[in-house]
């Protein structure tokens, strides 16, 4: 069943094997443009990028779903990994008719986005890399940092959130946490599983002993004022990825959306590079 959720975008449900996957699609008028496949970071529903997805031309295909366990996906039945997820991403763009695409990986998405791009190059002919790091092998945040997000209380509660925003975002939130109010309206949390199990898929992974074998082009985005993935470790990607070049804003974690027009003119140029 498909319902429309805004002007451009129709969001379904599919089922890749027994998993019950929430997807969210914006058609593109050019069919023989790029798609891009985006990948959310930790604990975020589709609904979260709607915004960002929205400012795309509209003869960009845009392809986004719910991790399972987060948003409108259903609980998987064991814990899962990268390789696993990676999998199922591939399953699932066979099923929807994609055979390759441009793949767009955010904070925790990031780390995703790297995984299938190694394990399944056939779908994925560009790669862009946002506000993310290698995994387990990073220059880490600060530790007060890292532990309020290794809780999902922000998506559970707004007032948290906003408490929070300063010190976890950085960037305009650090003066402006109001900003994030329609982002806390459209948050929808299932609970506390779903982030655990997310968690748990990125525990011990990292990609710095293989990105230098990545052969698609590849654009690492960052923002100069982030807590939670310093800068350093995008100069780390763009640096082991041979293909890659690498853009700083002036920002912080969540720059992806405070400067969302700004990203996205940046991310249609790239794609639309031979």
Same mark, same amino acid.
């Given at each position: 069943?498909?319902?429309?959720?805004?002007?451009?975008?129709?969001?379904?449900?599919?089922?890749?094997?027994?998993?019950?996957?929430?997807?969210?699609?914006?058609?593109?008028?050019?069919?023989?443009?790029? %798609? #891009?496949?985006?990948?959310?970071?930790?604990?975020?529903?589709? *609904?979260?990028?709607?915004?960002?997805?929205?400012?795309?031309?509209?003869?960009? !295909?845009?392809?986004?779903?719910?991790?399972?366990?987060?948003?409108?996906?259903?609980?998987?039945?064991?814990?899962?990994?990268?390789?696993?997820? $990676?999998?199922?991403?591939?399953?699932?763009?066979?099923?929807?008719?994609?055979? *390759?695409?441009?793949?767009?990986?955010?904070?925790?998405?990031?780390?995703?986005?790297?995984?299938?791009?190694?394990?399944?190059?056939?779908?994925?002919?560009?790669?862009?890399?946002?506000? !993310?790091?290698?995994?387990?092998?990073?220059?880490?945040?600060?530790?007060?940092?890292?532990?309020?997000?290794?809780?999902?209380?922000?998506?559970?509660?707004?007032?948290?959130?906003?408490?929070?925003?300063?010190?976890?975002?950085?960037?305009?939130?650090?003066?402006?946490? *109001?900003?994030?109010?329609?982002? !806390?309206?459209?948050?929808?949390?299932?609970? $506390?599983?779903?982030?655990?199990?997310?968690?748990? $898929?990125?525990?011990?992974?990292?990609?710095?002993?293989? #990105?230098?074998?990545?052969?698609?082009?590849?654009?690492?985005?960052?923002?100069?004022?982030?807590?939670?993935?310093?800068?350093?470790?995008?100069?780390?990607?763009?640096?082991?990825? %041979?293909?890659?070049?690498?853009?700083?804003?002036?920002?912080?974690?969540?720059?992806?959306?405070?400067?969302?027009? *700004?990203?996205?003119?940046?991310?249609?140029?790239?794609?639309?590079?031979?």
């Amino acid at each position: 069943m498909s319902t429309i959720i805004s002007s451009k975008i129709d969001s379904s449900f599919v089922n890749v094997g027994d998993q019950r996957l929430h997807i969210a699609i914006k058609k593109g008028a050019q069919t023989d443009a790029l %798609p #891009l496949l985006i990948i959310n970071g930790i604990g975020a529903n589709v *609904e979260l990028l709607y915004p960002l997805i929205e400012q795309f031309h509209d003869n960009q !295909t845009v392809i986004t779903f719910d991790i399972p366990g987060i948003g409108g996906s259903a609980m998987p039945s064991f814990p899962y990994r990268f390789p696993n997820l $990676a999998t199922m991403i591939s399953k699932l763009l066979q099923q929807l008719g994609y055979q *390759e695409v441009a793949v767009m990986g955010i904070s925790w998405g990031g780390a995703l986005a790297q995984e299938f791009a190694r394990k399944h190059p056939e779908h994925c002919v560009k790669l862009i890399l946002v506000a !993310t790091s290698a995994g387990s092998v990073m220059v880490p945040g600060k530790p007060s940092v890292l532990l309020r997000m290794a809780t999902p209380l922000r998506y559970l509660s707004p007032k948290y959130m906003l408490r929070a925003a300063p010190y976890i975002y950085g960037g305009i939130l650090r003066r402006k946490p *109001e900003l994030l109010l329609h982002h !806390t309206r459209n948050i929808k949390m299932r609970g $506390a599983m779903g982030y655990l199990f997310q968690l748990l $898929a990125g525990a011990g992974w990292t990609s710095i002993h293989w #990105l230098h074998r990545l052969k698609q082009p590849t654009m690492v985005l960052a923002g100069d004022d982030d807590p939670i993935v310093p800068l350093i470790n995008a100069k780390i990607l763009a640096r082991r990825i %041979p293909y890659a070049e690498l853009h700083v804003f002036n920002g912080g974690h969540l720059f992806v959306m405070t400067d969302a027009e *700004e990203v996205v003119a940046l991310v249609e140029r790239f794609l639309a590079k031979p």
